[in-house]
Nanobody, 126 residues
Framework: QVQLVESGGGSVQAGGSLRLSCEAS????????VAWFRQAPGEGREGVAI???????TYIESVKGRFTISQDSAKNSFHLQMNSLDVEDTAQYYC????????????????????WGQGTQVTVSS
């Protein structure tokens, strides 16, 4: 069982930056995907950024060049640096973990992630 705890959300004006952190504990697979999802009010949950154990990353188009996912594997901590924030980035952000199947790249499919953090709110004002 993996437990995830997020931190770092808050309120910021458009154009500003925030850094989210996710601390993982428990039994973590050597092959794994860690992702940041977000969910705005009335919307579905979407995968924003993913990183695997090799450091390979994937981003949704709307955050490319603005968000950076990183990891400190030794500490089982994961981060999402968010720059040039836009009002459209306002959402509850969740850290998620899932084992990666051998030979398959990580993908932002909700069902592939079996551990979730409690979420942290990011609010961007104009």
């Amino acid at each position: 069982q993996v437990q995830l705890v997020e931190s770092g959300g808050g309120s910021v004006q458009a154009g500003g930056s925030l850094r989210l952190s996710c601390e993982a504990s428990g039994i973590i697979s050597s092959r794994r995907c860690v992702a940041w999802f977000r969910q705005a009010p009335g919307e579905g949950r979407e995968g924003v950024a993913i990183v695997d154990e090799f450091g390979r990353t994937t981003y949704i188009e709307s955050v490319k060049g603005r968000f950076t996912i990183s990891q400190d594997s030794a500490k089982n901590s994961f981060h999402l640096q968010m720059n040039s924030l836009d009002v459209e980035d306002t959402a509850q952000y969740y850290c998620a973990y899932g084992p990666r199947q051998f030979g398959i790249r990580c993908s932002p499919v909700l069902q592939l992630f079996d551990a979730w953090g409690q979420g942290t709110q990011v609010t961007v004002s104009s």
